[in-house]
């Protein structure tokens, strides 16, 4: 059983902590540490709701499912929902952005499974949007192939001319009586990998079980217009299934990505937080803006709003600001203020042409220049390496000494001396743009703009590059400077208790800080 310590956080200060530790976990999966997520992730439904939920939640790219008669039961991690079968209970989604577009390029989808064994060439679906008159899309789910209880996975598409499926090799072993037989299964849907237009590979439990690669003719796009179904396929085929954690990537996985999954066990993967860092630089972050569906600075409290075309897209983790032509921007009214600083972003940059603002005001801030890092300041006072587009990309900036510092993706880029330096915080102020030059506004995406107000080493902006939102798991003790608290509480869960939650573990390093008079520190 995970142990936590349960502590009071001011409700002002929104710091988000998770810390998790080796302890045994689900009946048939060990706990660990979460791990990160892997990039590219378009959809993830956590599948935890209690009853009466009026939504399936995707935590990443708001493709919230409608359920029909849903079943709330313990999952791998946290909850799970389990779906009754015969089009009697399900979930449907209209997908949006990212999610439409699933079938025009590579994909992918892993979930967490448990059935009962079915009846001969029956199925338990897990994903379908799959249209038969058109021979568009694709489904998922489990079947029993000519005899009853010889479950395999299979994957079903079609583009409208090609329609095939491919199916995994050994039996599935279902559940036993009260004892569920959890399996996590995935597959991976590529175009041109080496002299194959299409390559099809199924993983169950971390381990590849079928490939179907060939060159169809004329291979075209499974998209289609209907819902995607979750657990659902409203016919007399549609056998029971009971799913957990499942995502849709708009990439390829590789093989070791979908084993770290599945070897996470109940630790899952590390869940968004408020302000993903490196619990260890908490004390030193004076602003965070993660871009979750709004312009929040969910730590220094600098709240910006989205002008022109700035929106909402899909993010390194979670979601982040979209900037499109002409221009668009997030305004802010005013930030931090320091002499010594870093900035950094993950940018995913669509258009590298003049100059492209990442976090600046009028007079000076962080730019690309034509795609290269950059300081302005009535003059160019940093010029780094030219950053790659159309893919994401950690860019930091430091400031320290009259030393500017960039780093590209964690490792050192290059310096530049120029004393004076400060961080933007008059006119214009703002993320992807500034008030006086809209032809400076960035094209592309930003996520999660962070500030601290001190020169990070090499090493913690390597850290935070790597994406690292979940420290090495530990017991840790809660330390009050007010001596009338308490250094530790207990609390049942529910939403009038105020209290954040810690998993505890084994030893852990020195963590974290400041949350209305407390901080966490290492119990030996």
Known sequence: ????????????????????????????????????????????????????????????????????????????????????????????????????????????????????????????????????????????????????????????????????????????????????????????????????????????????????????????????????????????????????????????????????????????????GPCPTDPQLVIDLVSCWPAEENAVDVVGGYNGTLSGNATFGPGHLGRAFSFNPPSGRVSLSSGPSSSEFTVDAWVYILNSDGYRTIYADNARGFWLKAGKLNWWAVGDRFLGVTVPTHKWQHVALTYSNSTFTGYLNGFLDSTSIYAGQYLPTGDGLGIGGHSVTPGEDFIGLIDQVRIFKRALTEDEIHRLSQNQTSPVGGVVELVSAQADSPRSQAASSGPSVPYAAIAGGAAAAVLAVAAGGWYVRRRP
């Open 1 to 272: 059983m995970s142990r936590f310590l349960l502590f009071p956080v001011s409700l002002g200060v929104l710091v988000l902590l998770l810390l998790f530790a080796a302890q045994s976990g689900h009946e048939t999966m060990a706990q660990g540490a979460c791990v990160n997520a892997p990039s590219d992730l378009v959809s993830w439904w956590p599948l935890d709701e209690a009853s009466g939920a009026p939504s399936l939640q995707d935590i990443i790219g708001g493709n919230n499912a409608t359920p029909v008669a849903p079943q709330p039961v313990s999952g791998v991690v946290d909850g799970a929902i389990h779906f009754l079968g015969n089009g009697l209970s399900g979930a449907y989604v209209a997908p949006q952005g990212a999610l439409f577009d699933i079938g025009l390029a590579d994909f992918s989808i892993d979930a967490w499974v448990n059935f009962d064994a079915a009846l001969a060439n029956s199925r338990h679906y897990i994903v379908n949007k799959f249209d038969s008159s058109t021979n568009k899309g694709y489904a998922l789910y489990v079947m029993s192939p000519g005899i009853t209880g010889n479950e395999r996975l299979e994957f079903m598409w079609g583009d409208g001319s090609n329609v095939s499926t491919v199916q995994s090799i050994t039996p599935i072993t279902t559940n036993q009586g009260t004892t569920n037989e959890w399996h996590h299964v995935a597959v991976t849907f590529a175009r041109s990998v080496g002299s194959y237009a299409l390559d099809i590979r199924l993983y169950v439990d971390g381990a590849q079980q079928g490939i179907q690669v060939g060159n169809p003719p004329g291979l075209g796009s499974l998209v289609n217009f209907l819902f995607l179904e979750i657990g659902s396929q409203p016919s007399t085929i549609d056998e029971p299934i009971t799913i957990d954690e499942l995502e849709i990537f708009n990439r390829a996985l590789n093989p070791s990505e979908i084993a770290d999954i599945y070897n996470a066990g109940s630790a899952g993967k590390c869940k968004p």
